[in-house]
């Protein structure tokens, strides 16, 4: 598992232990005011302070249980890795935390007066997955670690792929269903579809600005 990777999942995890087994509830509390997403801040109703700024950053680290950390953990390592060799540790963790911060305001965006706390990675994860859909899911394996290969694909091939199709519909479908239910069996909070398809549509549409191959490409 790369560097970047590992080191995302295990700041989560730690956080998660700490939050769990070392702070009180009210320290608990002081840190998913200050650490988590909450939409109605930025409406300007409470002011502004620092959290305001930081808060579109950390949320990612914070978890609503440990179901929730695993299922992340999981599907970080399995879209994070290849992504990560394929475009190195300063891109990889600058695409993580800007798909993050446009997960969130895309949630704040649908859900403007908001007062729960949006938290977990899985709106950047989703922006991972909107990357993998650009390369069609192919993998490259010249240089002894799994990277996605070849060049993103435009949009309309990313259409004509049957694999890209395919994956698109069935994560669209699920995020469909998890809205309407509002939650996931296990899972100790809701669901903030919102927010995947937000860090999707940028990791999607984004991902040549990260990408050095492409920048190289032209």
Known sequence: MPGPVLAIIGICVVVHLVRTYVLTLGQDT??????????VIYTGMFGFDLAAFTSPFTYTFLHG????????????????????????????????????VAAAFFFFAVHPDAQSPLVGASGAISGMMGAAARFAFRIDR????????????????????????????????????T????????????????????????????????????????
Do not use: C, K
């Open 179 to 218: 809205g309407f239910v509002g939650f996931v069996p296990g899972n100790e909070g809701q669901i903030a579809w919102e927010a995947h398809i937000g860090g999707f549509l940028a990791g999607f549409l984004g991902l040549r600005l990260f990408d050095r191959r492409a920048a190289r490409a032209g």
């Open 142 to 177: 010249s240089s002894g670690q799994a990277a996605f290969g070849g060049d993103p694909l435009p949009f309309r091939q990313v259409l004509r792929s049957r694999a890209a199709v395919t994956f698109l519909a069935v994560w669209m479908v699920i995020n469909i269903v």
């Open 65 to 100: 249980g440990f179901t929730h950390l695993a299922v992340n953990s999981i599907w970080l390592a399995a879209f994070g890795s290849p992504l990560a060799n394929r475009l190195g540790a300063s891109r990889f963790v600058a695409f993580f935390a800007l798909t993050g």
């Open 30 to 39: 002081d840190v998913i005011r200050y650490g988590a997403f909450i939409p």
